[in-house]
């Protein structure tokens, strides 16, 4: 008889409306690779489903009648920390509805909270790393059980509760060779309800994600650091396999690239493009993250040119040494500035991400990362300024704690949600609101003045169609698509001529 199993993602705030855009509407593509691993190496012997619950009407509502339709014996459950709620929230539905069943937690939530999720007795099992090889391992498990309740005690890479006892397994070794993993499976997706839909990209097409190599060998603290510090990558031949057959199989032409150090090996890197190009499919790539900026070379950005790069992030996050060091980032910044000017002079849409309110962060060192941005606003596309967020889990957590800040200030720190409208009206910023505030007007009254907006909406229409840039403007100003519709159209017909207005703060 097969198994059968569902994979839900819970990593997206279905909470803010479908008109009120939240943060990291993304497709699952981890959980999309574990099933590909779990279909290969059981075949029929295992049913998997993934589904995501931001694409479900009734979201967590909807759960009991999957739960009756799938009779899953194990539920894997995705989220990130700001989304620990949603996920406890459906590790009770499905214990309600089978107390046998076994709930298995991962994703980046997985990672930073292992020990705090055994807190709910809910949640039987935690996988805080990569978990292609550990849920084959659970299912193996689950095959040879009898029916009965699996012994996991001794799994690689899990956390399981025993008889009453939190246990943790052996380490996990790393996939090196990530070539050996299937593609990630994408039969269960509709990749049409993710359209217009990424935090920053809003690409207008069906879309999928590409992961190229996992790893990044930078130690900066903000991060959760899931795959470890050494880089792994998967040969440049199989990353055009699978675009190749994302093409082939699904008339897909848009990719989002999410590494997280893409072009740490410049030599890899290149290769990446020269195999995509000549692919002859003419697809479009975009980075959401994951190029470093003090990396590259002219050989590099002319050939994301070939292959189709039409969106890059540089992720400067803050200009000022101290900060910098603080971040253990230790970017060389006027070789980012370089970088910035010379990927806008190729067309490609350069955008920025800026942090703003570390703790210790004065008014002194916010303004050297606000006039980093005011001084490149010709290049950079969308700046990108998001309040700081210390996740438990994190160097940045301890450092901190280690400034006086107290745990339950931490937590609703935490748990506020993405949307930055709501971010910067906490009262549990490291920064005071109105200095928060008075930055991004600075940068908003510049970056949405009529001439500058003119230059952009050009450069714009040259790689994105007239929705793609009103979902792009609506993300950034976090406005809804109707309201960003409306300011488009304001800037192209000259009704904001002489006028100072910007998107409210």
Same mark, same amino acid.
């Given at each position: 008889m097969s198994l059968p199993i569902l994979l839900l993602d819970v990593s997206h705030d279905y909470t803010l409306g479908v008109e009120q855009l939240s943060d990291w509407v993304q497709l699952p593509v981890g959980l999309l690779w574990l099933s590909a691993s779990l279909r290969e190496r059981f075949t029929d012997a295992v049913t998997?489903?993934?589904?995501?619950?931001?694409?479900?009407?009734?979201?967590?509502?909807?759960?009991?009648?999957?739960?009756?339709e799938l009779r899953p014996r194990l539920v894997g459950l995705r989220a990130l920390s700001p989304t620990v709620g949603q996920?406890?929230?459906?590790?009770?539905?499905?214990?309600?509805?089978?107390?046998?069943?076994?709930?298995?937690?991962?994703?980046?939530?997985?990672?930073?909270?292992?020990?705090?999720?055994?807190?709910?007795?809910?949640?039987?099992?935690?996988?805080?790393?990569?978990?292609?090889?550990?849920?084959?391992?659970?299912v193996e498990?689950?095959?040879?059980?009898?029916?009965?309740?699996?012994?996991?005690?001794?799994?690689?890479?899990?956390?399981?509760r025993h008889d009453g006892q939190v246990h943790e397994g052996p380490p996990a070794a790393a996939i090196d060779d990530l070539d050996s993993l299937p593609f990630p499976d994408y039969r269960d997706l509709d990749v049409n309800a993710y359209v217009g839909k990424h935090p920053h990209t809003a690409v207008g097409r069906p879309y999928a994600s590409l992961i190229c190599s996992r790893g990044c060998p930078y130690s900066c603290i903000f991060c959760h650091?899931?795959?470890?510090?050494?880089?792994?990558?998967?040969?440049?031949?199989?990353?055009?396999?699978?675009?190749?057959?994302?093409?082939?199989?699904?008339?897909?032409?848009?990719?989002?690239?999410?590494?997280?150090?893409?072009n740490v090996n410049l030599p890899w890197a290149k290769e990446v493009f020269r195999r995509i190009a000549a692919l002859?499919?003419? /697809? #479009?790539?975009?980075?959401?993250?994951?190029? *470093?900026? %003090? @990396?590259?070379?002219? =050989?590099?950005?002319?050939?994301?040119? !070939?292959?189709?790069?039409?969106?890059?992030?540089?992720?400067?996050?803050?200009?000022? /040494? #101290?900060?910098?060091?603080?971040?253990?980032? *230790?970017? %060389? @910044?006027?070789?980012? =500035?370089?970088?910035?000017?010379?990927? !806008?002079k190729r067309g490609i849409i350069t955008n920025g991400f800026f942090m703003i309110g570390f703790p210790s962060e004065t008014e002194e060192?916010?303004?050297?990362?606000?006039?980093?941005?005011?001084?490149?606003?010709?290049?950079?596309?969308?700046?990108?300024?998001?309040?700081?967020?210390?996740?438990?889990?994190?160097?940045?957590?301890?450092?901190?704690?280690?400034?006086?800040?107290?745990?339950?200030?931490?937590?609703?720190?935490?748990?506020?949600?993405?949307?930055?409208?709501?971010?910067?009206?906490?009262?549990?910023n490291f920064l005071p609101n109105d200095v928060l505030k008075k930055a991004r007007m600075q940068v908003a009254m510049r970056m949405y003045s009529v001439g500058r907006m003119k230059r952009v909406l050009a450069r714009l229409r040259h790689v994105l169609h007239e929705d793609e840039i009103t979902m792009k403007l609506a993300n950034c100003m976090g406005a809804t698509p109707t309201a960003a519709a409306a300011v488009v159209r304001r800037y192209d017909d000259g009704t904001l001529e002489g006028r100072r207005e910007a998107p409210k703060v």
């Open positions: 998997v489903k993934v589904i995501d619950l931001y694409t479900q009407p009734g979201h967590l509502a909807d759960v009991p009648a999957i739960l009756r996920l406890r929230d459906a590790a009770r539905v499905v214990k309600e509805w089978d107390p046998t069943a076994l709930v298995v937690a991962g994703g980046p939530c997985g990672h930073a909270e292992r020990a705090r999720l055994f807190d709910d007795p809910h949640i039987d099992a935690v996988c805080p790393g990569e978990g292609e090889r550990v849920i084959c391992d659970v498990r689950l095959r040879t059980a009898a029916g009965g309740a699996p012994d996991l005690r001794d799994v690689p890479g899990l956390l399981c650091a899931i795959f470890g510090r050494r880089v792994r990558h998967r040969s440049p031949a199989n990353v055009a396999a699978e675009v190749r057959q994302l093409h082939d199989r699904f008339g897909i032409r848009d990719f989002i690239l999410g590494d997280d150090a893409f002859a499919i003419r /697809p #479009r790539l975009f980075f959401s993250n994951g190029l *470093r900026g %003090d @990396i590259w070379d002219d =050989e590099l950005l002319d050939l994301m040119v !070939a292959a189709g790069v039409a969106e890059v992030v540089y992720a400067v996050e803050s200009a000022a /040494p #101290r900060i910098q060091q603080l971040l253990q980032k *230790r970017l %060389d @910044i006027p070789t980012v =500035e370089k970088a910035i000017v010379a990927t !806008a060192e916010l303004k050297v990362t606000v006039d980093f941005v005011l001084r490149h606003l010709d290049d950079l596309d969308f700046p990108y300024l998001s309040v700081v967020r210390a996740f438990e889990g994190t160097p940045l957590h301890q450092v901190a704690r280690e400034a006086g800040y107290s745990e339950e200030f931490l937590r609703h720190h935490a748990d506020m949600p993405y949307g930055m409208q709501v971010r910067i009206q906490s009262e549990y």
